[in-house]
């Protein structure tokens, strides 16, 4: 679980996390209930976010979203106050969430592809991320 040092930050964090994830969850054009409770899920567990806090946190990660086009301003917040582990952990569920409706479509690959350059992994965090992916949902 991540724990930032200050408040502000945490929130800042949290905010970015989930617009990340949203991205991912619109990336296909399609948008389920499916994804939009894991993301929930994902954020609570992730952040120790209270489950009823949730609701504005997606609404505001959306405004934020229809606002920016681009993931590099979230990716980069993250990449910032992120461990190794942490982008590891958080990368895997992102896979989660693109693959929640039993489907990995291009496009969320897309999406994922570019987050994983923003993170700023070496080539073989990279590759132990795809064979967890591959174990754990394919």
């Avoid at 959306?62 to 979230?74: H, T, Y």
């Amino acid at each position: 679980m991540f724990k930032s040092k200050a408040k502000k930050d945490q929130s800042k964090v949290i905010l970015n996390a989930t617009s990340l994830l949203l991205k991912v969850a619109e990336a296909d054009q399609i948008v389920t209930i499916d994804e939009i409770k894991l993301t929930k899920e994902i954020i609570c567990d992730f952040f120790d976010v209270e489950p009823d806090e949730m609701d504005i946190i997606i609404k505001k990660a959306k405004e934020a979203n229809k606002a920016s086009i681009d993931l590099f301003e979230s990716g980069s917040i993250l990449n910032e106050y992120f461990s190794i582990q942490d982008k590891i952990d958080f990368i895997l569920s992102i896979y989660e969430v693109a693959y929640i409706d039993n489907n990995y479509d291009f496009l969320e690959r897309h999406v994922i592809t570019q987050i994983l350059n923003i993170f700023n992994l070496d080539k073989s965090k990279i590759k132990e991320i795809n064979k967890r992916f591959r174990n754990k949902l394919l």
